[in-house]
């Protein structure tokens, strides 16, 4: 079972969160909106239980400690072949 993200649009944040799908967003220069949106998640059982489902399936599918060691692989690979393709 996953928790619902709350996060400040700013940044990566909202690269990973995809407001109403696997989080809420609000805007760092609207307090107000932070109030507002965890008082959606404490008034909706069920809201809170689908993002935080599908919060949990997002990190599975693309932020495990996996998939960022054969990123970096890819990377270094990648980098590796740039030098050998030097003259």
Known sequence: CGKPV???RIGQVAQVIEEGVNGL???SAQPG???SQLKRLIEN???????????RQTILEKYTWRHTAL????????VLE??????
């Open 82 to 87: 740039s030098y050998r393709s030097r003259p």
């Open 6 to 8: 709350l996060a400040a």
């Open 25 to 27: 967003l609000y805007s």
């Open 33 to 35: 909106e932070a109030i």
């Open 45 to 55: 059982p069920s809201l809170r239980e689908r993002l935080g489902s599908a919060a």
């Open 71 to 78: 990123a970096s692989e890819r990377i270094f690979k990648e």
